[in-house]
């Protein structure tokens, strides 16, 4: 089993940054990716961005690219999310997440969830 915690969320206006952060603990020697979802009212969970848990290749969703920064700190078994440029569109619950595929941005591939962390955008 995986836990997965998250924090950092909160309220920001537009233009602002936040930075979110997942930690994990159990048995992570199986995941070989980590990534970070949102969910908003009413719309489907959707891929943010993933980072390799062993390598350093990332992987972006077109919509956040160039203004979100996906880490990890493997000795601190942390990875985190720097948002830099938020707009209102951004508004949604975000989750960590692990997955024991390489690379993945499918959310029926990843089995293990944090409880998520509220990011709220004012225009």
């Known amino acids: 089993q995986v836990q997965l915690v998250e924090s950092g969320g909160g309220l920001v206006q537009a233009g602002g940054s936040l930075r979110l952060s997942c930690a994990a603990s159990?048995?992570?020697?199986?995941?070989?990716?980590m990534g970070w979802f949102r969910q908003a009212p009413g719309k489907e969970r959707e891929f943010v961005a993933a980072i390799g848990w062993s390598a350093d290749n990332t992987y972006y969703a077109d919509s956040v690219k160039g203004r979100f920064t996906i880490s990890r700190d493997n000795a601190k078994n942390r990875m985190y999310l720097q948002m830099n440029s938020l707009k209102p569109e951004d508004t949604a619950v975000y989750y960590c997440?692990?997955?024991?595929?390489?690379?993945?941005?499918?959310?029926?591939?990843?089995?293990?969830w944090g409880q998520g962390t509220q990011v709220t955008v004012s225009s």
């Open positions: 159990g048995r992570t020697l199986g995941i070989e990716t």
């Open positions: 997440a692990a997955s024991p595929y390489y690379g993945s941005s499918d959310v029926s591939q990843y089995g293990y």
